[in-house]
């Protein structure tokens, strides 16, 4: 029986589906090789996961001393070790110098500056089982795909609250969302918007292309986890499986013409600090693999889904958080530092002045209830929401906010000519 058979049925699964899922979760010799590629894959020439995973793999933070953080604090260049040093248990006292240094490395590159976006799910079909993911296939909730007429009401309703950049999201489902039926979405997008983004399934360099051709500016891709060993544990069935397939995305939309790529683990899956340094190292070998083009991070936490008993989140509190975005930009001083709504007003609020470049504003993770929130009715044709928001403050709220602390806020700084 095929695999993804069972994805597209939002009530209760069939007895056969709870029969495959329930053997996915206790018998690992049912799952497929997650390291080995899958028909249709491409594979490109790249050293860059070897050393990724080299690095990560032979990270000990537990050797780190204070004095290796101030010698990184006071060196004018983070290098690898550096970086290593700052991510440490040894770094949390010192949690204040390098908030200091990361609001210079900001000041310096971005200015006063935060940008402000919104996302646009668009479906929520999947075919992959990942076990922390409300979309997951096996997880009963309401299922939804907006056609055309629908996406644009959508992006007219957040276009006319005045955002003008916006990052389009669907569930992992080739059958149900294809390249075709996103790419359609990126024409209208255009329309609306100066900025255009994409979250969706990994894809081959030349569909990136023809992507990027109807509108695409962007892609982000959550690696979710470094730690492949980990990885194959939270993800039994569906193309996400792959691994390597899903570390190369951003290199194969460079590959492809896209003129930004965005990186970010889910923190709480596997050793924070660990996946904190290999998505910074992704970034740092692509950036000078790719120097012209345009990197950013995320830095997402585990947040609570429908249905979800599955996955117990590895703490990784605020303090944590701000450890490794301070890290980050001392880093990576040219790369965009995104917070979503997953975090609280009081820490984005606080980030933005330190490290932060990008906010999200009127989020919604659900499916066609963009106007229902803005206007406070009630989503009933509404498609389930993949996990729950902290922070559900308007645009108008967003920029008001931004601007009573001094800061600037940005909508768009591209020019087309």
């Known amino acids: 029986m095929a695999e993804n058979q069972f994805f597209v049925d939002s009530g209760a699964l069939s007895e056969e589906a709870l029969r495959i899922k329930h053997r996915l979760e206790q018998e690992p010799s049912a799952r497929k090789n997650h390291m080995e590629y899958m028909e249709g894959m491409e594979r490109i020439d790249s050293d860059v996961m070897d050393k990724v995973l080299g690095e990560m793999k032979r990270y000990d933070y537990s050797v780190y001393t204070a004095e290796d953080v101030c010698r990184a604090l006071e060196s004018d260049r983070c290098t690898i070790e550096d970086f290593k040093a700052l ?8 949690l204040e110098r390098m908030a200091a240094r990361a609001k210079l ?3 310096k ?15 929520n079909y999947c075919e992959n089982y990942c076990i922390y993911c409300g979309f997951n296939c096996y997880n009963n909730i309401r299922r939804k795909k907006l056609n055309t007429e629908e996406i644009e009401h959508e992006m007219k309703v957040i276009a006319d609250s005045g955002i003008e950049e916006i990052l389009m999201l669907t569930g992992e489902s080739r059958s149900m969302s294809d390249v075709k039926y996103i790419g359609e979405a990126c024409k209208l997008a255009s329309r609306y918007f100066r900025n255009v983004g994409l979250e969706i399934y990994p894809v081959n360099s030349d569909e990136y ?12 891709v959550f690696q979710e986890t470094y730690d492949s060993d980990k990885y194959e544990t939270l993800h039994l069935m569906g193309h996400k499986r792959v691994f390597p397939y899903r570390f190369e995305a951003q290199e194969r939309a460079l590959m492809g013409g896209m003129r930004g790529v965005g990186f970010s683990a889910l923190l709480g899956l596997s050793d924070f600090r660990k996946d904190a340094l290999a998505t910074a190292l992704h970034v740092y070998y692509l950036q000078r693999k790719y120097p012209h083009a345009e990197f950013s991070l995320s830095c997402p936490r585990l947040r609570p889904i429908i249905n979800n008993d599955k996955i117990t989140p590895q703490d990784v509190h605020e303090k944590e958080l701000c450890q490794i975005l301070c890290a980050y930009r001392i880093f990576l001083p040219f790369a965009g530092i995104t917070v979503s709504s997953r975090e609280q007003k009081h820490f984005r609020d606080g980030i933005v002045k330190i490290a932060a470049t990008k906010v999200s504003a009127g989020v919604s993770t659900g499916i066609g209830d963009h106007e229902d929130k803005y206007q406070g009715k009630d989503a009933e044709n509404a498609g389930d929401e993949q996990f729950e928001i902290s922070d559900d403050r308007s645009f108008d709220e967003m920029y008001k906010d931004i601007s009573s602390e001094g800061l600037q806020p940005v909508l768009n700084d591209y020019v087309y000519v």
Not at 87 to 94: I, N, R, T
Not at 209 to 220: F, M, P, Q, S, V
Request: with cysteine; glycine share 8%; charged share 10%.
């Open 87 to 94: 991510l440490s248990p040894a770094a949390a006292p010192f």
């Open 109 to 123: 590159h971005f200015g006063n500056t935060v940008y402000i976006f919104t996302p646009l799910y668009i479906a």
């Open 105 to 107: 490395e900001t000041g």
């Open 209 to 220: 292309r023809y992507l990027h051709e109807c509108g695409a500016d962007y892609i982000t």
